[in-house]
């Protein structure tokens, strides 16, 4: 396998999707141009065509933010939640040590028009969090509220529903099992099966093997078996009859200690209609 063209814009945080056999890219943070480290939010938006290996520059996202979910349902892409900075500030950039907010924002990219609209803003602000789409429905699972930084956040295991069609969200749907951000999630046959993660409060810090599914149409959760190794901010996906998961940091953030994994996994479904 070559190795492809870097991203036209090296950032982290961005919200990734798949539409039409193009990915696309939103938002993220960068580095400061200058002064102490930090985690810059920003608004770009890129096509890559993995045939022609091209990145293409989009109209810009209406805000500026990291850390979001995106998800295509008929034709559209919605790029929901997210942090930043606070509205008003004269902050830049996101620090541990700052202020800063989690945001509900839900905007809309039209990909034939090139353009965006925002919707109705999720009722539980968030970043770090999971998306599947089922029906027609987006649900966003998990995720942390508070601040962008595990260590100052709040991890929720709040699930919400979003219908593109009436912009309108539901009410809470049935909880995630086990409270954790910096979680990969992907859709096979009706159900999103969320996997890995991490936790931090004042007495431990974790990263997570659970695997769980949800089931949309019943409101239920069911337990899979775990991975084999525990991990956050892994990449997750379904390809045929088998979920992927793979890569991850071991270690919760923050500890001073940073174990990156190359680890790939893949849990076979069984046969069925």
Do not use: C
Request: charged fraction near 20%; aromatic fraction near 10%; proline fraction near 9%.
């Amino acid at each position: 396998m070559g190795e492809k063209k870097s991203m036209a814009l090296p950032s982290h945080h961005v919200a990734f999707t798949t539409y039409r056999d193009k990915i696309f890219a939103f938002g993220g943070f960068v580095l400061p141009e200058s002064g102490p480290p930090g985690w810059v939010p920003i608004n770009n938006a890129w096509e890559y065509d993995p045939v022609t290996d091209i990145w293409k520059a989009l109209a810009p996202m209406p805000s500026k933010r990291g850390s979001a979910l995106a998800a295509v349902v008929n034709d559209k892409i919605y790029v929901v939640g997210g942090a930043t900075t606070i509205p008003g500030s004269k902050e830049t950039a996101v620090f541990p040590t700052h202020p800063h907010v989690s945001v509900g924002t839900i905007e809309e990219y039209d990909p034939a028009a090139n353009t965006w609209r925002e919707r109705s803003a999720m009722p539980t602000p968030r970043n770090h969090a999971a998306i599947g789409v089922v029906a027609g429905k987006i649900y966003v699972i998990g995720g942390r509220v508070g601040a962008a930084f595990i260590g100052l956040a709040s991890d929720i295991s709040v699930v919400e529903e979003y219908d593109p069609a009436t912009d309108q969200w539901s009410g809470p749907r049935a909880r995630m099992p086990i409270a954790r951000s910096a979680i990969g999630a992907a859709v096979y046959r009706g159900r999103i099966y969320v996997a890995g993660g991490e936790y931090q409060d004042p007495h431990m810090m974790a990263t997570f093997r659970a695997v769980e599914a949800y089931d949309p149409a019943s409101n239920t959760w069911s337990e899979m078996p775990p991975m084999p190794v525990s991990r956050h901010g892994l990449a997750v996906g379904v390809i045929g009859n088998q979920l992927h998961v793979i890569s991850g940091d071991v270690q919760s953030a923050g500890t001073g200690v940073e174990v990156s994994t190359g680890e790939h996994d893949a849990f076979e479904f069984s046969p069925g209609p």
